[in-house]
Protein backbone atom coordinates (compact mmCIF):
# COMPACT_ATOMS: atom_id res chain seq x y z
CA UNK A 1 0.00 0.00 0.00
CA UNK A 2 1.23 3.49 -0.19
CA UNK A 3 0.26 7.30 -0.36
CA UNK A 4 1.22 9.36 -3.14
CA UNK A 5 1.33 13.23 -2.77
CA UNK A 6 4.79 14.28 -3.46
CA UNK A 7 7.10 17.07 -5.47
CA UNK A 8 10.28 16.15 -6.38
CA UNK A 9 13.29 18.08 -5.88
CA UNK A 10 16.28 17.87 -7.39
CA UNK A 11 19.96 16.19 -6.41
CA UNK A 12 22.14 18.15 -4.11
CA UNK A 13 25.14 17.20 -1.96
CA UNK A 14 24.88 20.19 0.84
CA UNK A 15 25.70 17.76 3.79
CA UNK A 16 28.74 15.51 3.78
CA UNK A 17 28.36 12.36 5.24
CA UNK A 18 30.52 13.37 8.70
CA UNK A 19 27.37 15.27 9.40
CA UNK A 20 24.65 13.06 8.58
CA UNK A 21 23.91 12.85 12.50
CA UNK A 22 24.59 15.96 13.72
CA UNK A 23 26.48 15.85 17.18
CA UNK A 24 27.70 12.23 16.98
CA UNK A 25 29.47 12.46 14.08
CA UNK A 26 33.51 12.51 14.14
CA UNK A 27 34.67 11.86 10.44
CA UNK A 28 37.73 9.71 9.79
CA UNK A 29 41.46 10.35 8.82
CA UNK A 30 42.64 9.34 5.69
CA UNK A 31 43.86 5.81 6.40
CA UNK A 32 40.69 4.56 8.62
CA UNK A 33 38.35 6.05 5.59
CA UNK A 34 40.26 4.15 3.42
CA UNK A 35 39.63 0.79 5.46
CA UNK A 36 36.34 1.37 5.62
CA UNK A 37 35.93 2.27 1.65
CA UNK A 38 37.69 -0.68 0.83
CA UNK A 39 35.27 -3.02 3.15
CA UNK A 40 32.08 -1.49 1.50
CA UNK A 41 33.36 -2.54 -1.44
CA UNK A 42 33.64 -5.68 -0.32
CA UNK A 43 30.04 -5.64 0.67
CA UNK A 44 28.93 -4.31 -2.76
CA UNK A 45 30.65 -7.06 -4.33
CA UNK A 46 29.10 -9.57 -1.95
CA UNK A 47 25.80 -8.71 -3.26
CA UNK A 48 23.65 -11.52 -5.16
CA UNK A 49 21.43 -10.93 -7.64
CA UNK A 50 20.90 -15.57 -8.09
CA UNK A 51 20.33 -15.54 -4.32
CA UNK A 52 18.15 -12.60 -4.24
CA UNK A 53 15.93 -14.38 -6.82
CA UNK A 54 15.83 -18.03 -5.44
CA UNK A 55 14.30 -16.13 -2.01
CA UNK A 56 12.15 -14.11 -4.20
CA UNK A 57 10.63 -17.69 -5.94
CA UNK A 58 10.21 -19.21 -2.87
CA UNK A 59 8.64 -16.58 -1.21
CA UNK A 60 6.27 -15.29 -4.23
CA UNK A 61 5.75 -18.03 -6.82
CA UNK A 62 6.59 -21.78 -5.20
CA UNK A 63 6.01 -23.08 -2.63
CA UNK A 64 4.87 -20.16 -1.26
CA UNK A 65 2.11 -18.34 -4.03
CA UNK A 66 1.47 -15.61 -1.19
CA UNK A 67 2.47 -14.29 2.00
CA UNK A 68 -1.06 -13.94 3.73
CA UNK A 69 -2.91 -14.19 7.36
CA UNK A 70 -6.16 -15.61 5.61
CA UNK A 71 -4.37 -18.03 2.85
CA UNK A 72 -3.30 -21.51 4.08
CA UNK A 73 -2.40 -24.03 1.22
CA UNK A 74 -4.40 -27.38 0.75
CA UNK A 75 -2.44 -29.76 3.02
CA UNK A 76 -0.06 -27.14 5.26
CA UNK A 77 -0.70 -26.79 8.83
CA UNK A 78 0.40 -22.71 8.64
CA UNK A 79 -0.91 -19.53 6.48
CA UNK A 80 1.21 -18.68 3.69
CA UNK A 81 2.27 -15.58 5.66
CA UNK A 82 3.37 -17.61 8.48
CA UNK A 83 5.32 -20.51 5.98
CA UNK A 84 7.08 -17.22 4.68
CA UNK A 85 8.26 -15.98 8.30
CA UNK A 86 9.65 -19.32 8.58
CA UNK A 87 11.49 -19.35 5.64
CA UNK A 88 12.83 -16.02 6.57
CA UNK A 89 14.13 -16.72 10.49
CA UNK A 90 15.75 -20.40 8.67
CA UNK A 91 17.68 -18.04 6.52
CA UNK A 92 18.77 -15.35 8.89
CA UNK A 93 19.57 -18.43 12.15
CA UNK A 94 21.95 -19.88 9.24
CA UNK A 95 24.13 -16.92 9.49
CA UNK A 96 23.99 -16.71 12.61
CA UNK A 97 21.35 -14.50 13.43
CA UNK A 98 19.14 -14.82 16.32
CA UNK A 99 15.55 -13.83 15.17
CA UNK A 100 12.55 -12.10 17.41
CA UNK A 101 9.05 -12.12 16.87
CA UNK A 102 6.64 -9.97 17.80
CA UNK A 103 3.29 -10.13 17.96
CA UNK A 104 0.56 -7.73 16.61
CA UNK A 105 -2.93 -7.89 16.18
CA UNK A 106 -4.24 -7.23 12.74
CA UNK A 107 -7.03 -8.24 10.28
CA UNK A 108 -7.29 -8.62 6.59
CA UNK A 109 -8.73 -6.17 4.79
CA UNK A 110 -12.08 -6.46 2.26
CA UNK A 111 -11.87 -6.11 -1.35
CA UNK A 112 -14.25 -3.61 -2.98
CA UNK A 113 -13.96 -4.65 -6.66
CA UNK A 114 -15.53 -0.82 -7.67
CA UNK A 115 -12.60 0.59 -6.60
CA UNK A 116 -9.93 1.30 -9.43
CA UNK A 117 -7.95 -2.45 -9.22
CA UNK A 118 -4.87 -0.93 -7.73
CA UNK A 119 -6.82 0.21 -4.65
CA UNK A 120 -9.74 -2.59 -3.99
CA UNK A 121 -8.73 -2.74 -0.42
CA UNK A 122 -11.70 -1.27 1.74
CA UNK A 123 -11.68 -1.38 6.06
CA UNK A 124 -12.40 -4.52 7.71
CA UNK A 125 -16.00 -4.99 9.60
CA UNK A 126 -15.27 -5.72 13.09
CA UNK A 127 -16.97 -9.78 13.64
CA UNK A 128 -14.06 -9.94 10.80
CA UNK A 129 -11.21 -12.80 12.10
CA UNK A 130 -8.21 -11.35 13.71
CA UNK A 131 -4.80 -12.71 13.26
CA UNK A 132 -1.70 -12.09 15.16
CA UNK A 133 0.87 -11.08 12.35
CA UNK A 134 4.48 -10.77 13.33
CA UNK A 135 7.28 -8.77 12.99
CA UNK A 136 10.64 -10.72 13.00
CA UNK A 137 13.65 -8.85 14.34
CA UNK A 138 17.41 -10.08 13.29
CA UNK A 139 19.92 -7.29 15.05
CA UNK A 140 23.25 -6.69 14.87
CA UNK A 141 24.73 -4.89 18.24
CA UNK A 142 26.86 -2.11 17.50
CA UNK A 143 30.69 -2.22 19.54
CA UNK A 144 31.22 1.32 20.29
CA UNK A 145 27.50 2.89 20.11
CA UNK A 146 25.00 -0.04 20.72
CA UNK A 147 22.84 2.59 22.24
CA UNK A 148 22.41 4.10 18.42
CA UNK A 149 20.31 2.25 16.29
CA UNK A 150 20.20 1.98 12.36
CA UNK A 151 16.95 -0.37 11.38
CA UNK A 152 16.78 -1.51 7.62
CA UNK A 153 13.58 -2.95 6.97
CA UNK A 154 10.46 -3.98 4.95
CA UNK A 155 6.87 -5.06 4.66
CA UNK A 156 7.17 -9.05 4.04
CA UNK A 157 3.21 -9.36 3.40
CA UNK A 158 1.45 -9.84 0.24
CA UNK A 159 -2.26 -8.35 -0.61
CA UNK A 160 -4.68 -9.87 2.02
CA UNK A 161 -7.12 -8.70 -0.42
CA UNK A 162 -6.35 -10.07 -3.89
CA UNK A 163 -4.99 -12.98 -4.38
CA UNK A 164 -1.54 -10.89 -5.57
CA UNK A 165 2.08 -12.72 -5.24
CA UNK A 166 2.93 -9.37 -4.42
CA UNK A 167 6.58 -9.99 -6.12
CA UNK A 168 7.48 -6.58 -6.67
CA UNK A 169 5.06 -5.26 -3.71
CA UNK A 170 7.01 -6.31 -1.25
CA UNK A 171 8.76 -9.79 -2.08
CA UNK A 172 11.54 -7.81 -3.61
CA UNK A 173 12.39 -5.37 -0.53
CA UNK A 174 11.76 -8.40 1.69
CA UNK A 175 14.51 -10.24 0.01
CA UNK A 176 16.98 -7.51 -0.27
CA UNK A 177 16.51 -6.87 3.60
CA UNK A 178 17.36 -10.60 3.65
CA UNK A 179 20.14 -10.16 1.49
CA UNK A 180 21.89 -7.03 3.47
CA UNK A 181 21.83 -8.74 6.65
CA UNK A 182 23.32 -12.04 5.21
CA UNK A 183 25.95 -9.85 3.05
CA UNK A 184 26.68 -7.76 7.20
CA UNK A 185 26.03 -11.09 9.04
CA UNK A 186 29.88 -11.28 9.81
CA UNK A 187 30.09 -7.32 10.18
CA UNK A 188 30.74 -5.90 13.43
CA UNK A 189 29.30 -2.80 13.71
CA UNK A 190 29.97 -0.05 15.61
CA UNK A 191 26.48 1.57 16.13
CA UNK A 192 22.92 -1.42 16.62
CA UNK A 193 21.52 -2.48 13.13
CA UNK A 194 18.22 -3.89 13.30
CA UNK A 195 16.81 -5.62 10.43
CA UNK A 196 13.17 -5.51 10.62
CA UNK A 197 10.30 -7.70 8.38
CA UNK A 198 7.23 -6.39 9.10
CA UNK A 199 3.48 -6.69 7.31
CA UNK A 200 1.64 -3.47 5.56
CA UNK A 201 -0.99 -5.71 3.44
CA UNK A 202 -3.28 -6.51 6.76
CA UNK A 203 -4.46 -3.44 8.80
CA UNK A 204 -3.32 -2.11 11.11
CA UNK A 205 0.42 -1.89 9.78
CA UNK A 206 2.91 -3.50 12.09
CA UNK A 207 5.46 -1.06 11.62
CA UNK A 208 3.01 0.95 13.39
CA UNK A 209 4.09 -1.16 16.52
CA UNK A 210 7.36 -1.22 16.03
CA UNK A 211 7.89 2.36 16.13
CA UNK A 212 5.50 3.13 18.91
CA UNK A 213 7.25 0.30 21.05
CA UNK A 214 11.04 1.83 20.34
CA UNK A 215 9.83 5.09 21.16
CA UNK A 216 8.27 3.81 24.27
CA UNK A 217 11.61 2.06 24.81
CA UNK A 218 13.76 5.03 24.55
CA UNK A 219 15.51 3.91 21.53
CA UNK A 220 17.44 5.94 20.01
CA UNK A 221 17.20 5.22 16.17
CA UNK A 222 19.37 7.55 14.32
CA UNK A 223 18.00 6.24 10.97
CA UNK A 224 15.57 4.13 9.15
CA UNK A 225 15.80 2.54 5.77
CA UNK A 226 12.29 1.20 3.96
CA UNK A 227 13.05 -1.01 0.94
CA UNK A 228 9.76 -1.76 -0.73
CA UNK A 229 8.92 -2.11 -4.43
CA UNK A 230 12.93 -1.73 -5.27
CA UNK A 231 14.04 -1.81 -9.14
CA UNK A 232 9.83 -1.02 -9.70
CA UNK A 233 9.56 1.11 -12.67
CA UNK A 234 7.55 1.86 -15.83
CA UNK A 235 6.43 -0.22 -18.64
CA UNK A 236 8.57 2.86 -20.96
CA UNK A 237 11.12 2.66 -18.23
CA UNK A 238 11.54 -0.94 -18.05
CA UNK A 239 11.98 -1.04 -22.24
CA UNK A 240 14.57 1.36 -21.70
CA UNK A 241 16.70 -0.38 -19.95
CA UNK A 242 16.83 2.13 -16.51
CA UNK A 243 18.17 0.80 -13.32
CA UNK A 244 16.38 3.43 -11.28
CA UNK A 245 16.23 4.79 -7.73
CA UNK A 246 13.83 7.14 -5.77
CA UNK A 247 14.69 8.03 -2.01
CA UNK A 248 11.75 9.61 -0.76
CA UNK A 249 11.96 11.59 2.04
CA UNK A 250 9.51 13.47 4.92
CA UNK A 251 11.68 15.56 7.63
CA UNK A 252 15.36 17.39 6.66
CA UNK A 253 16.81 14.25 8.74
CA UNK A 254 15.88 12.40 6.08
CA UNK A 255 16.31 14.34 3.16
CA UNK A 256 20.16 13.82 4.56
CA UNK A 257 19.32 10.28 4.22
CA UNK A 258 18.70 10.57 0.64
CA UNK A 259 21.42 12.75 -0.24
CA UNK A 260 24.07 10.19 1.43
CA UNK A 261 22.31 7.77 -1.07
CA UNK A 262 23.29 9.78 -4.01
CA UNK A 263 26.73 10.16 -2.46
CA UNK A 264 27.73 6.63 -1.68
CA UNK A 265 26.15 5.64 -5.31
CA UNK A 266 28.31 7.80 -6.83
CA UNK A 267 31.45 7.10 -4.57
CA UNK A 268 31.12 3.96 -5.06
CA UNK A 269 30.21 3.66 -8.73
CA UNK A 270 27.19 1.65 -8.33
CA UNK A 271 24.98 2.77 -11.28
CA UNK A 272 21.80 3.47 -10.27
CA UNK A 273 19.73 6.63 -11.51
CA UNK A 274 19.22 7.76 -8.03
CA UNK A 275 16.77 10.81 -7.55
CA UNK A 276 15.41 11.63 -4.47
CA UNK A 277 11.79 13.15 -3.82
CA UNK A 278 10.09 14.85 -0.92
CA UNK A 279 6.68 13.07 0.35
CA UNK A 280 3.97 15.66 1.34
CA UNK A 281 3.41 13.52 4.62
CA UNK A 282 4.63 10.71 6.02
CA UNK A 283 3.25 7.63 4.08
CA UNK A 284 4.41 3.67 4.14
CA UNK A 285 6.35 2.29 6.54
CA UNK A 286 8.94 4.61 7.34
CA UNK A 287 5.95 7.19 7.48
CA UNK A 288 4.96 5.03 10.77
CA UNK A 289 8.70 6.09 12.37
CA UNK A 290 8.51 9.52 11.05
CA UNK A 291 4.83 9.89 13.21
CA UNK A 292 6.61 8.27 16.20
CA UNK A 293 9.03 10.64 16.21
CA UNK A 294 12.10 9.32 14.34
CA UNK A 295 12.86 11.76 11.55
CA UNK A 296 15.73 10.34 9.94
CA UNK A 297 13.33 8.05 7.60
CA UNK A 298 13.32 7.42 4.35
CA UNK A 299 11.94 4.81 1.31
CA UNK A 300 14.05 3.07 -1.38
CA UNK A 301 11.71 2.36 -4.36
CA UNK A 302 11.86 1.94 -8.00
CA UNK A 303 9.78 4.40 -9.24
CA UNK A 304 7.67 7.30 -7.69
CA UNK A 305 5.05 7.75 -8.46
CA UNK A 306 4.75 4.00 -8.48
CA UNK A 307 5.43 3.02 -11.70
CA UNK A 308 4.02 -0.81 -12.02
CA UNK A 309 1.32 -1.65 -14.06
CA UNK A 310 0.64 -4.75 -12.25
CA UNK A 311 0.45 -2.87 -8.38
CA UNK A 312 -1.60 -4.91 -6.46
CA UNK A 313 -2.91 -7.16 -9.05
CA UNK A 314 -2.75 -10.99 -9.89
CA UNK A 315 -0.17 -9.87 -12.55
CA UNK A 316 2.38 -9.06 -9.60
CA UNK A 317 4.67 -11.91 -10.55
CA UNK A 318 8.35 -12.83 -9.59
CA UNK A 319 8.94 -13.02 -13.28
CA UNK A 320 8.35 -9.26 -14.18
CA UNK A 321 10.97 -8.14 -11.31
CA UNK A 322 13.98 -6.29 -12.66
CA UNK A 323 16.39 -8.36 -9.91
CA UNK A 324 19.35 -6.84 -11.20
CA UNK A 325 17.72 -3.18 -10.62
CA UNK A 326 16.85 -4.27 -6.90
CA UNK A 327 20.33 -6.04 -6.30
CA UNK A 328 21.96 -2.18 -7.10
CA UNK A 329 19.85 -0.38 -4.66
CA UNK A 330 20.90 -3.30 -2.43
CA UNK A 331 24.02 -2.40 -2.51
CA UNK A 332 23.76 1.73 -2.45
CA UNK A 333 21.51 0.95 0.58
CA UNK A 334 24.25 -1.44 2.39
CA UNK A 335 27.28 1.33 1.58
CA UNK A 336 24.79 3.83 3.10
CA UNK A 337 24.47 1.78 6.38
CA UNK A 338 27.41 1.42 7.17
CA UNK A 339 28.82 4.53 5.93
CA UNK A 340 26.81 6.00 8.32
CA UNK A 341 27.71 3.09 10.85
CA UNK A 342 31.35 3.72 11.07
CA UNK A 343 30.95 7.94 10.72
CA UNK A 344 29.47 7.97 14.03
ZN1 LIG B 1 0.88 -2.47 -1.33
Known amino acids: ?30 GDRTKVEASIRGFITA ?33 TLYEADDYLAGKLEAVGYHVEREGV ?31 LYAEKKGRTHPEKIIVVFAHKDSQSWIDSPGANDNGIGTVGVLEMACVLAQYTPECTIRFLWCNEEHTPWTSKTAAQKAKARGDD ?13 TAEQTAAGKKTNVTAYTKPEG ?37 AGYPA ?3 NIGSWPYGDPEYHAEGDVPERCDIKNAALTVQATLAAVVTLDQGL
Open 221 to 233: IVAVFNTDGIGVK
Open 1 to 30: MRRVAIYVSGLSFLFSVGLLVAGVARPKDG
Open 47 to 79: VDPERMSKHLFYLAKDPLPYRKLNLTLPGHQKN
Open 105 to 135: QVQAFRRDTTKPKNAQYSPPKPEDPWYTAYN
Open 255 to 291: KRLAQLMSEVNDRYAIGLEQRMVERSRPGDDDGSFVL
Open 297 to 299: AII
